[in-house]
């Protein structure tokens, strides 16, 4: 098999229906996490804010948003030009 040829093959997150069934599971899975938070349990955390409904949640997500825009960031800084490997 040469390298020009294509694999014709179709996998199983090929079909949309099964990418949304994987993100639709993510929300499920996320609300019930969120909404377990909101029942009482006893908590051993060391500063006020950490008993906030929702706190961990809310700060995870802003964590991954942050790591996100700092990649792009640092993509700007690191990113090699086409060509950069090929021999001269």
């Given amino acids: 098999m040469s390298d020009h040829q294509r694999d014709e093959r179709t996998y199983w997150l090929d079909d949309k229906r099964n990418v949304n069934k994987i993100v639709y599971g993510l929300y499920a899975i996320c609300t019930v996490v969120g909404l377990a938070?909101?029942?009482p349990y006893k908590?051993?955390?060391?500063?006020?804010?950490?008993?906030?409904?929702?706190?961990?949640s809310i700060y995870g997500f802003v964590s991954c948003v942050a790591l996100v825009l700092a990649a792009?960031?640092?993509r700007?800084?690191?990113m090699r030009d086409e060509d950069y490997y090929d021999p001269r």
């Fill in 37 to 39: 938070d909101l029942f």
């Fill in 43 to 56: 908590h051993h955390l060391h500063f006020g804010f950490e008993y906030w409904p929702g706190f961990y």
């Fill in 72 to 74: 792009t960031q640092l």
């Fill in 76 to 78: 700007k800084i690191l």
